[in-house]
């Protein structure tokens, strides 16, 4: 389908191209070191098999020979071995909440949409990208499996755009589901609106106990951010089906406040007390600031 004003065709229902020329200039800042003994973008500095140069250091016997400097032992008549940085592999971990309470005011779409974008940097540095889509059991749980580089641009969109909001699984147990198969140290990008009354604590454990760094994006609708109520209403939970009538609304909404602040405080805990990070953002929001206003100005990205 052709942009509006352009023979260009989208590359993606999710955003236009010009997002994507953005998305080609930006990569996933994490604050982690890991231990991949893959090839990436992510350097530290230990003796590997890159080609930058990193020091020298006194040869040891079995050490291999093809690593000598003998420009310098033809001068100073001892051998020393050249090491180079060790260049990492980042595994960019998306974890997709796409469970029945993420069908409204545009909850899924802006989750989809963020999820493509992390995504896309991490394959275009190099890293090994998955994506699991969280709304059912463990036997049905659905992802794409670890890929790699611009060819795979086109996979992972297509994942991403066929994930549909139904099922009741709370994202904590989405979390163990996907990590009782994956393998592999890097970031996990986890997208939902937390609204669960499970242990989420326990998931960001899981999470940091597989070498995980969490960024956690709690995406909430206008509505659950800011309810606007004048009457007795009747409460429907879109996931479990079950109702709640509820009088005087003006007290509700003060409680209602309370709770989904302490929520926010405690999701913010989990995340930060494990080494990750956390926001909580309205589906209302513009990709395009988020990406590169808000994620930039909190060191998320760069």
């Known amino acids: 389908m052709p942009e509006s004003?352009?023979?260009?065709?989208?590359?993606?229902?999710?955003?236009?191209?010009?997002?994507?020329q953005l998305l080609e200039r930006m990569r996933i800042n994490s604050s982690r070191r890991f231990t991949n003994r893959a090839q990436g973008e992510h350097l530290i500095s230990k003796g590997g098999s890159s080609n930058e140069f990193a020091d020298y250091r006194d040869y040891v016997e079995g050490d291999d020979v093809r690593y000598v400097d003998w420009?310098?032992?033809?001068?100073?008549?001892?051998?020393?071995?050249?090491?180079?940085?060790?260049?990492?592999?980042l595994h960019v971990v998306i974890l997709l909440d796409a469970s029945a309470s993420m069908g409204f005011e545009g909850k899924l779409t802006l989750a989809q949409q963020l999820a493509a974008a992390f995504g896309i940097m991490g394959l275009l540095s190099g890293e090994r990208v998955s994506c699991w889509r969280l709304n059912g059991g463990e036997d049905a749980l659905e992802c794409l499996a670890p890929c790699r580089g611009r060819g795979s641009m086109a996979a992972l969109l297509r994942f991403i755009e066929g994930v549909e909001a139904h099922g009741d699984m709370p994202i904590e147990m989405g979390v163990e589901n996907c990590l009782r198969q994956h393998r592999g140290r890097g970031v996990a990008v986890l997208l939902s609106d937390f609204l669960t009354f499970g242990d989420v604590p326990r998931a960001m454990n899981s999470l940091f106990s597989k070498g995980l760094e969490t960024l956690g994006l709690q995406i909430l609708g206008p509505s659950e951010r800011e309810p606007e109520l004048e009457a007795?209403?009747?409460?429907?939970?879109c996931e479990l089906g079950r109702t709640l009538d509820v009088t005087g609304v003006g007290s509700l909404l003060d409680i209602y406040h309370e709770y989904r602040m302490a929520l926010e405080a405690h999701l913010v805990a989990a995340c930060t007390g494990r080494g990750g990070r956390f926001l909580s953002l309205d589906a209302s929001a513009d990709l395009r600031w988020i990406l590169c206003d808000l994620l930039r100005r909190r060191?998320?990205?760069r």
């Open 299 to 301: 060191g998320w990205v």
């Open 232 to 237: 007795d209403v009747r409460l429907v939970d």
């Open 71 to 89: 420009n310098i032992f033809a001068r100073l008549q001892r051998p020393y071995m050249k090491t180079y940085r060790h260049e990492e592999e």
């Open 5 to 20: 004003g352009s023979s260009v065709a989208r590359v993606t229902s999710l955003f236009g191209n010009d997002v994507l």
